[in-house]
């Protein structure tokens, strides 16, 4: 098992960016697959981005060129540097580790608007 805890989130004007931690409580380099989510008032919850164990990362077309996932493994943390924010990226961001199941974290709000 794997508790996850987002920080980082909050209010931004368009075209500010944010950066969201994902702190997790034991070693990430022992968790498979690290990802985001966020799910936007009544919509479905969809993916962001991820990275693996091995270093390699994704992202989904929606974010690709302005997110950036990365990850400090002493720290057992992982990141996701958001530039160029649209009102369209206004949701909760959830952390998730998948390690033969699927982990959550409780998620935090970011909010872009004037």
């Known amino acids: 098992q794997v508790q996850l805890v987002e920080s980082g989130g909050g209010l931004v004007q368009p075209g500010g960016s944010l950066r969201l931690s994902c702190a997790a409580s034991?070693?990430?380099?022992?968790?498979?697959?690290m990802g985001w989510y966020r799910q936007a008032p009544g919509k479905q919850r969809e993916w962001v981005a991820d990275?693996?164990?091995?270093?390699?990362?994704d992202y989904a077309d929606s974010v690709k060129d302005r997110f950036t996932i990365s990850r400090d493994i002493a720290k057992n943390t992982v990141y996701l540097q958001m530039n160029g924010l649209e009102p369209k990226d206004t949701a909760v961001y959830y952390c998730?580790?998948?390690?033969?199941?699927?982990?959550w974290g409780p998620g935090t709000q970011v909010t872009v608007s004037s």
């Open positions: 998730n580790a998948y390690m033969s199941s699927n982990y």
């Open positions: 034991k070693s990430i380099f022992s968790i498979y697959v």
């Open positions: 990275i693996t164990n091995s270093g390699r990362t």
